[in-house]
Structure formats: structure tokens, C-alpha cells
């Protein structure tokens, strides 16, 4: 509904009578940032933005690699910091005052958010993404778009879908089985339909099985329309499409930028009856309908408060913050460990803040972590210890020289390292998970020189911590923060701000280790995600390996206790209960994970997933009930036999901690589950028909005394023997095998 409450619903019906012309041009933009508009139905056209952290609005010359600055705006935490705040509440307050500002620049959609699964830390974008879990990438980016739209902008989900590398992103076909599919890579795209109707989807560059995503009907129509009921419009990724009327066809709605050429070939198809004129009418109601929710919210006169939305990028920074270790209480740095503080390396005061390429903001205003201190504690001695940017009349040696001096000197020392633009940027994936060895060899003297140093991390995937780096008795993951990013690292650091965050993607020892690593990014044009099910910490868990720090970690200045764990069956799904303590002596959020495991599952699965969690602000010695809903469709999985979603029956076993292999708490409980019966055929074997009421008792009936069910090495060679095969083992006549058949799948086992 618009604000004056009229509707802004459009259907195909309503179309139908524009001219060809204007309904073509309906289907693709006007130029590059803006659409064309339906004079026939009175509507404007509308202006879309780059912004998934902040908007990249541009008045003038326009592109889409920020290679021209964009109007100034508030650079909130790329989706790499807002995830690891694991808050609901935070992501909604982001998403809202980005829509703030974009009211205030006449944008009607914003481009984002970034949702796609992190398979591989090495994906030079994932800085863009929320997790390497669909479960908190799905919550995370629900909240982000009703947070938005719920403020009358319009959100673009993206990248629909499988678009996991950018290395070929182009063009590259991904091969997936069905199950991974659905219960990875799009199980976040399915929540955030479902449950947020964002007014956009995009869909990605890639292929998938063999036809590109902005040509493909099975995801675009029969997965986002038909299974999840879609009401938004397809936009393309800028670029995506090679062939319009392919792509109208296939469910597309609008291609951007603007394409004359993929115009004419529409209009010409349509001319030629080789589309049909239901797929454009489809096509363009979809975006006159967002035309209409454009129009229904603009307003000229809206302004923001910039002061304002700092304070909330500030405080979503300081969510974000993930203490990974803290031996011997080395932080908070308070008191003499305050006064003898030494500041090291370039990004102290050269913030890397967001990421590279289309969402590149211009930010309203920035401080580095050096200015923060400085401000708290007067003059910091500071060395830069190496050069973050291309400073080439740099000096390596003598920075490193200088530093390491200083770190001898220095009662405390906090190190910033990390990762530039040069190494983690859209358009192209990392080499490797190392820290550029310039940095090690920094960190290697500058502990020798001082073992007092605490290290602040930079960047926008899991690098490797070399284990040098691992034993810094501190070590503070700040991803990227946006551009409130150094007070809330100065905040943490000097214990104004209790640091609170979580991983959202695990931190594994090696390369190596990580399960997509034998196939990413893949060869000739082909990538095959061949470690299935098992992605992040799902395939470290299910192999035993030993991580760096897993998925969900992060400590705090005080302590926590869960106790008095409850689980009960509630419309299919489940409600879970924890009494949690604070037991330390500090105010601070507890992230309570809920993880859920099926033990003795007849399928496939990881060892245990979240499925569920809640934050909670407790005083020292305060107590409080958490409870955590897990709805039905947080249990399914799909079953590729029916190609549907389903529930399994039997016993399920919550897990409920502070991260994956942080669980002290564990209860169980059965499910009747809602699986699918499937109807027996010729190739249904013994095994199979055992799950079925009355199947084995039938099949007795049906051999009759033959050995195949008295002999114990008979019987489990016969439990794999598909029962059409029975006509040469037992003697069977077709005709036999198809009556029984038809028995069991009528519920008549016996006859």
C-alpha cells in the first residue's frame, strides 16, 4: 500500500492495453541507474542505487564499479561486520536508516542485500555477504529488508543465485546436486521471500546447470514464483543478460542497464509471435508495480540526520567486534596498560572501513582507531610498520625498523594488520588466505620486541592465522566496519564497549582444510560444488577437523552461564528455553546458538546446524529466559525422490551454547515428521520397502518360502535387489511383482 493507502498492485490485465512500445520498454532501463516509466498508467520512472552498507548514488556521470564518486553517505558495516553482530535489531536499524537517505536522493530501490553463501573464504566479494550459514544469512537479511521497506524503499536481493566466485563470474556454470541446492544456496533466498516479499530479486551473471540464471525458467519462475510465491520483479545484475526475449521468457522482468539493441529484439520478438505476449505483459506489470510502490513513497522534501546515522553505523560497529582470544586478560587496556600504549601499523590510521567496487561509498565522514585513542588518551606514540596503500618511496625495512624500536619501548602495543583493496575487491578472488608476508614478518619482531601486543584484524574474509599470530595473547577480528569503524575498535580496545560479536564464518587453520577448496573455483568455464552439504563449519565438523576458531565464536570481558535447558514440539517445529547468567563482573550480550542434529538420520547430514539464536544484554549477576522459536521449516530438508520439503521423523537433539563446538547444553526430542510417501516401483528395494506400513510383510507373502529371507547373507544381499529383479531370483511373473506393487502403494500390504 502507498502512504495515502491507495494500492499499488499491478496486474498483467492493467497492461495489456499499453502499446507494444511502452511495455517493451517497460522490461529494460532507461539508463543506468534509472527505468523507464508507463506514461499509459501516469507513472514516473523510478531511480535505483548501489548500497547494501550505504547508498552510491551518483547525479551525474554514472557507472558501476565506483570508479566516480558518488554522493556523500553514511558507510554502515559492509554485510561482513553487520553479520558478525548476529542482531536482528541491528540489521533492521541499518537497513532503515539507509533508506533514510535514500528517500532523500529520490532512490526508490536499493541494490542489496548480499546474501550469497560463503563456500570458500578466497571469494574476492564476501566482504558482500553475510555467512557461510543460510540460517543467519536468512534472519540477518529478513530483518534488513523489512527494515527498509517498511520505510517505503524498495530492497534488491542479490545474487540470485549460486553466484559464489567472482573469478569467471561472467559466465561460469555451476553443476549442484539437488539437495545442496535447496538447503544451502537457496534455503536464505526462500526465508527472505517468504517471509519479506522484497519489492526486487536480482539474479546473477552465472549459469546453473548448463543455462544462465537470467535465462533460466526453473529458478526464476518455478523456484521464486511457483514454490515460493514471489509478487516482486526479476532485475537483471547489470549486464547479466545476453538475450532479452530468452530472458522475458524465463520469468526476467527487467533488464539492466539500459540495452536499445536487447529492446529492438523484444520488440521484434513480440512482432513475431517467438515470445509470447503474456511473458511481456507478465514482465511489465511487474515493474509498473514497482513504479507504483516508487511513486507511493517519494518524497521531495525528506531529509536525514547524518549526525544521526553515524551513531547508528557506531553502534552497529561495535556489535560487530569479535574478540577471537584474550590470554591473560590483556584487554581491556586500562590504567598503566592504557598509559604505556604504542600504536602499530598503517591501517591504525589508514582505515580499510568497507569494500571494493559497485558499493564503494562515499562516506559522510571517517575516523581512524589512531584518532580514537588519541582522543581518549592524548598523544599515542604511533608507527606505521608498513604501507597499507601504493606508497611506493616507502621503505619496508626501515617501517618495520621503526616499529619494532617502538614496540621495545612501549608498555602495550596494539598492532593493526589486514587485507587492502589490491587483494579483496569484486571482480576477481584471492590467491590465497595469507596476510601479505610483509605483515608476518612485522608481527614476528614486533612480538619478540614486546609480547604485550594485542593484534586488530582488517578485512573482509577469514585469512589464515599463521600460528605466530595465534599465540598474540589478543587478537580482535574487526572485519570491516564502515566508517565508524575506529571508534568502535578504540571503544573495544580501551573497554568502553564490551565486544560482543560472533563469527559468521569459520576461521580454519589452512586453506586446505576448507571443504570446497579441491574445486573452487573451478576450470574451463565449470565449477562442481563437490563438497555438497558440507560447507564451512558443516564439512569441518562432519570431517573432525581442527579449525582456528569456529563458526559462532566470540569471547567477551565478562562470562556467561547457560543452564536449565528445555525443548519442546510446538506446530511442527520447536521452542527452546535456556536460563542465561552473566557471571562476570561487566555489563554485556550473550548470542545464545541453538544447533540441531538428527542421530541416526536415514539421510545424509551434517553433524549438527543452527537452526536458531537470540541475543540478551544482561548487568552483572542479572538472569534471564531466552527463548528461541524454531519453526518446521528450519527442520526440513529436501527430498530430491518427491522434490519437495520435508520433515523426518524421529529424535532430534538440540544443542545450545556460545558457538558450533561451544554446546554444554543438549535435549532431545521426537518428531513425527511429515516425509512424503513414495510409491514402491520395480526399482524399490527390500531395504526401502521396510519404511513402508506393511511393505516387508508383503513381500514375505509375495517369495513365499524362498531363501532369500532365510538365509542372514542372503537377507542383506536381497535388501538391495530391486524387487523387479525378483523375476529371475525368485521366479516371479511381471505380472506378480506389479499386483503387489499396486497393493502396497494402495496401503494394503496383505492381500
Same mark, same amino acid.
Not at 513504479?291 to 513513497?297: I, N, S, V
Not at 556460545?658 to 543438549?666: E, Q
Not at 531395504?687 to 537377507?715: C, H, K, N, R
Given at each position: ?129 553475510? %555467512? ?58 526462500? %526465508? ?21 540464471? %537470467? ?69 511489465? +506489470? ?8 516508487? +511513486? ?9 540526520? +547524518? ?55 562515499? +562516506? ?388
Amino acid at each position: 500500500m502507498g502512504q495515502d493507502g491507495t494500492s499499488t498492485t499491478v496486474d498483467a490485465a492493467e497492461v495489456a492495453p499499453l502499446p507494444a512500445a511502452e511495455k517493451v520498454a517497460l522490461t529494460g532501463g532507461q539508463d543506468f541507474w534509472y527505468t523507464h516509466g508507463a506514461p499509459g498508467l501516469g507513472l514516473e520512472p523510478i531511480m535505483t542505487s548501489d548500497g547494501p552498507h550505504g547508498l552510491r548514488t551518483q547525479k551525474a556521470e554514472a557507472d558501476h564499479l565506483g570508479l566516480n564518486d558518488s554522493v556523500p553517505a553514511t558507510c554502515f558495516p559492509p554485510a561482513v561486520g553487520l553479520a558478525a553482530t548476529w542482531s536482528r535489531e541491528t540489521a533492521a536499524a541499518v537497513a532503515a536508516a539507509i533508506a533514510e537517505e535514500a528517500l532523500a536522493e529520490g532512490v526508490s530501490v536499493v541494490l542489496g542485500p548480499g546474501m550469497n553463501i560463503k563456500r570458500s573464504p578466497l571469494c574476492g566479494r564476501n566482504f558482500e555477504y553475510f %555467512s557461510e550459514d543460510p540460517h543467519l544469512a536468512g534472519e540477518l537479511a529478513v530483518a534488513y529488508v523489512d527494515g527498509m521497506q517498511d520505510r517505503g524503499v524498495g530492497t534488491s536481493v542479490k545474487h540470485f543465485a549460486l553466484n559464489n566466485q567472482e573469478t569467471d563470474r561472467m559466465r561460469v556454470d555451476v553443476s549442484v546436486d539437488e539437495r545442496t541446492l535447496h538447503e544451502i544456496y537457496l534455503r536464505a533466498f526462500r %526465508s527472505v521471500v517468504t517471509r519479506a516479499q522484497p519489492w526486487t530479486i536480482m539474479c546473477s551473471y552465472n549459469s546453473v546447470l548448463g543455462t544462465l540464471v %537470467s535465462q533460466n525458467r526453473f529458478l526464476l519462475t518455478e523456484v521464486l514464483r511457483e514454490q515460493w510465491g514471489f509478487e516482486g520483479a526479476v532485475v537483471s545484475d547489470w549486464g547479466a543478460v545476453v538475450d532479452r526475449p530468452a530472458a522475458v521468457a524465463a520469468g526476467l522482468d527487467l533488464q539492466m542497464p539500459a540495452d536499445p539493441g536487447a529492446e529492438q529484439a523484444l520488440a521484434a520478438a513480440l512482432a513475431e509471435g517467438t515470445v509470447d505476449e503474456a511473458a511481456v505483459d507478465r514482465a511489465a +506489470a511487474k515493474v509498473a508495480r514497482l513504479l507504483r510502490q516508487g +511513486a507511493a513513497h517519494r518524497d521531495p522534501a525528506a531529509t536525514y540526520d +547524518a549526525a544521526a546515522h553515524h551513531e547508528v553505523a557506531l553502534g552497529a560497529a561495535r556489535r560487530a567486534i569479535v574478540l577471537l582470544r584474550n590470554e591473560g586478560g590483556l584487554l581491556p587496556l586500562e590504567g598503566d596498560a592504557a598509559a604505556g600504549l604504542a600504536v602499530i601499523g598503517d591501517f591504525a590510521q589508514t582505515p580499510r572501513y568497507q569494500g571494493a567496487g559497485s558499493s564503494h561509498v562515499n +562516506a559522510t565522514r571517517v575516523t581512524s582507531a589512531l584518532e580514537a585513542l588519541r582522543t581518549e588518551l592524548g598523544e599515542v606514540p604511533f608507527a606505521r610498520g608498513f604501507s597499507a596503500g601504493a606508497d611506493e618511496a616507502a621503505d619496508p625495512d626501515a617501517l618495520r625498523a621503526e616499529a619494532v624500536e617502538l614496540a621495545r619501548t612501549a608498555g602495550t602495543v596494539v598492532l593493526f594488520l589486514g587485507l587492502g583493496e589490491d587483494v579483496e575487491s569484486e571482480g576477481f578472488d584471492r590467491a590465497d588466505m595469507e596476510l601479505p608476508a610483509e605483515q608476518e614478518r612485522l608481527l614476528e619482531e614486533v612480538l619478540a620486541a614486546n609480547p604485550r601486543t594485542a593484534v586488530v584484524l582488517t578485512h573482509g574474509s577469514a585469512i589464515r592465522l599463521s600460528e605466530t599470530l595465534r599465540s598474540a595473547p589478543a587478537i580482535l577480528e574487526a572485519w570491516l566496519l564502515g566508517q565508524a569503524g575506529g571508534e568502535a575498535t578504540a571503544e573495544v580496545l580501551l573497554g568502553r564497549t564490551n565486544p560482543s560479536g560472533r563469527l559468521a564464518e569459520t576461521i580454519p587453520l589452512r586453506l586446505a582444510d576448507v571443504p570446497s577448496t579441491p574445486y573452487f573455483p573451478g576450470e574451463h568455464g565449470r565449477v562442481t560444488y563437490g563438497e555438497g552439504l558440507f560447507v564451512g563449519y558443516r564439512g569441518f565438523d562432519q570431517r573432525g577437523t581442527e579449525v582456528a576458531f569456529p563458526f559462532g565464536h566470540g569471547l567477551s570481558y565478562t562470562t556467561f552461564s547457560h543452564e536449565g535447558l528445555e525443548v519442546a514440539e510446538q506446530d511442527g517445529g520447536l521452542v527452546v528455553t535456556v536460563q542465561v547468567t552473566n557471571t562476570g563482573e561487566r555489563e554485556g550480550r550473550e548470542v545464545v546458538q541453538a544447533y540441531v542434529a538428527v542421530p541416526g538420520s536415514a539421510i545424509s547430514r551434517a553433524p549438527r546446524e543452527l537452526k536458531g539464536f537470540a541475543e540478551v544484554t544482561l548487568a552483572p549477576g542479572a538472569s534471564a529466559a531466552v527463548r528461541i522459536d524454531i519453526p518446521e521449516t528450519e527442520l526440513q530438508y529436501w527430498d530430491a525422490r518427491a522434490g519437495q520439503w520435508a520433515v523426518e521423523a524421529g529424535t532430534y537433539r538440540v544443542e545450545v551454547g556460545a558457538s558450533s563446538r561451544d554446546l554444554p547444553l543438549s535435549a532431545e526430542v521426537a518428531l513425527e515428521g511429515t516425509e512424503p510417501r513414495i510409491p514402491a516401483t520395480f526399482s524399490t528395494t527390500p531395504l526401502e520397502l521396510s519404511a513402508i506400513p506393511g511393505g516387508t510383510e508383503a513381500l514375505q507373502e509375495l517369495v513365499g518360502d524362498s531363501p532369500l529371507f532365510q538365509d542372514p547373507e542372503m537377507v542383506k544381499m536381497f535388501e538391495q535387489i530391486p524387487v523387479g529383479r525378483l523375476t529371475g531370483f525368485a521366479g516371479l511373473a511381471p505380472e506378480q511383482i506389479q499386483e503387489f506393487l499396486d497393493r502396497v502403494n494402495a496401503g494394503d500390504g496383505r492381500s
